[in-house]
Nanobody
Framework: QVQLVESGGGLVQAGGSLRLSCAASGRTFNNYAMGWFRQAPGKEREFVAA????????YYADSVKGRFTISRDNAKNTVYLQMNSLKPEDTAVYYC?????????????????WGQGTQVTVSS
């Protein structure tokens, strides 16, 4: 069983920054890819970023490329999402997810454990 707990969300003005963290339980954290997704009100959950098990491979949605950075610390069982130059359209609940394999992917069905989510609100 894996538990994922996100933190770091909040209210920020457009142009500001936030850093999300996701702490994972379990001793096999570094065997799997990890991802971040988000869901805005009335919209489907969408892919944001993913990172390989070593941290050397990353993959971003076009909408966040150049503004967001995903990273991980396998010694701390934690994955991060640094969000810079935030826009009102980034407002959503952000979810951390554990990949079902070592491969990074943008599809939600390739992730088998999810956190409870953390709210990010960007004001204009």
């Amino acid at each position: 069983q894996v538990q994922l707990v996100e933190s770091g969300g909040g209210l920020v003005q457009a142009g500001g920054s936030l850093r999300l963290s996701c702490a994972a339980s379990g001793r096999t954290f570094n065997n799997y890819a990890m991802g971040w997704f988000r869901q805005a009100p009335g919209k489907e959950r969408e892919f944001v970023a993913a990172i390989s098990r070593s941290g050397q491979g990353t993959y971003y949605a076009d909408s966040v490329k150049g503004r967001f950075t995903i990273s991980r610390d396998n010694a701390k069982n934690t994955v991060y999402l640094q969000m810079n130059s935030l826009k009102p359209e980034d407002t959503a609940v952000y979810y951390c997810a554990k990949g079902s394999s070592w491969m990074i992917d943008r599809l939600p069905d390739q992730y088998d454990y999810w956190g409870q989510g953390t709210q990010v609100t960007v004001s204009s």
